[in-house]
Every structure is written in C-alpha cells, then in structure tokens.
C-alpha cells in the first residue's frame, strides 16, 4: 500500500497532461506557417506594388528619345532630352537648350512651359529635329519675357503644327504663311489666342486674327497636359 497524500509515478492525471501538451503543440505547429507565410505575402505585394507605382512613373519617359535641337538663326545644334528617365525635368538639358536656340552671346531663361509645348508638339508628330527660329528677343512682346518660341518641324506643315496646338489650353498660337517664313509661333498665356499672319521675313503686316480658345478648356488645364 502507499503511503497516504502520495500519487503513483505515471498516475491517473499524468495522461491528461500529455494530451493537453500534444493538442497545444498542435495549434502552435499549424497557426506559425499561416502567420509566416501572410507576413511574407504582405511584403510580397508591397514590393511589387511599389514597383508597379515606379513603372507607372518612368515608362511614358523612358521611351522619349532626345531631339535634335537646331537654332535657324546660328546653326547650333544639340541632342537634348528634356526629361529625364524618371519623368524629371533635366535642368541642364533645359539649359542646353536655352543656350542653343539664344540669339545672344548669353543665354536667356525661357518658359519652362513654352519649352514643353515645343517638345510636346514634335513627340506627337513623331519627329527626331526641331528648328527654332527664334526665343527670346527684345521689344518683341512674350518672346522678351521668354514665354514665346518660334519653331518650326520638318517635314510637317505647319499648319497642322498650329492645329495641334491650339487644342491645348492657355496658349497662343500664330502660324507664319509666307513661302520665306513657314513656321509657328507658341506662347503661353490665359486666355488663349490664336493668328495668321502672312508677312515676309523682316517685315511685319497686320495679324488677322483666328479667335480664341474656349474658356471651358483653358480652366480645364493642368500641369500634367504639358507632358508628352
């Protein structure tokens, strides 16, 4: 007989205990994977969420290929890329650009609009060069507040340049006609304008006007419409 208040080594109690344990080792074993493998997926899908946003990003800018860019007044020329990879505007190739289509010996700031616009126009009609005639001149009203360029794109005529431009809001567009002109002037201004004129080269008839852009679109306009 045993002693009184003594349990029996491997009592009664001592299964019980062992179940508990196994089912509890149980539900840890199959909880840990679960928890592991929805820890991973969530860093998964924010890895590939975020790289999706970049690609969203990058991918209208990384195709654009720099223009040649050629000033008709000095015959310098450039290959410049706008933007960078990443859809960033490059400022040293803005001020490549600037020094390129310069009539002076120093550079003069422009638009950053208006050299969006110019940009803008020859990615849409596929081109590799832009001419500009002119940018920044003096007493030559927005082209001496450097919110003007003249510019022309070969191979394509421009009117349909100039038609193109005046579906953009806030901006004014005339198209120089005569056989020794044959170019468009781009500016930036609200509300938006737009001209003929058929003047030879130094000499300046009267502007017959071509109306004005409806103001519904030029309260529409946003920043993102100046991209290519």
Known sequence: MQPKGKRPHGGRFAPRSMLL???LSFFIARDAPAR????????????????LRETRVTSWAASLEPLIVTSAS????????????AGEIDEGARASFERVVSRE????????????????AA?????????????????????STGEA??????????????????????VGVGIYTHPGTQFVHVDVRDPSFYWIDASPPGVHWRERPL??????RDAAYRPEMDLP
Do not use: C, N
Request: charged share 20%; proline share 3%.
């Open 21 to 23: 344990l196994v089912i």
């Open 36 to 51: 592991t493998l929805a820890s991973a997926r969530q860093g998964k899908e924010t890895s590939l969420a975020a790289a």
């Open 123 to 143: 990615y849409h009609f596929g081109v590799e060069r832009v001419f500009v005639v002119s940018g920044w001149r003096e007493h030559a009203g927005k082209h």
């Open 149 to 170: 360029i003249d510019f022309r794109l070969p191979g394509i005529r421009p009117g349909l340049v100039a038609a193109y431009l005046r579906g953009l809001p806030r």
């Open 105 to 120: 010996t120093e550079a003069h700031i422009l638009s950053l609009r208006v050299e969006q616009l110019v940009f803008k």
């Open 74 to 85: 000095t015959g310098a020329s450039a290959r410049i890329g706008l933007y960078d990879r």
């Open 211 to 216: 109306g004005v852009g409806t103001a519904v």
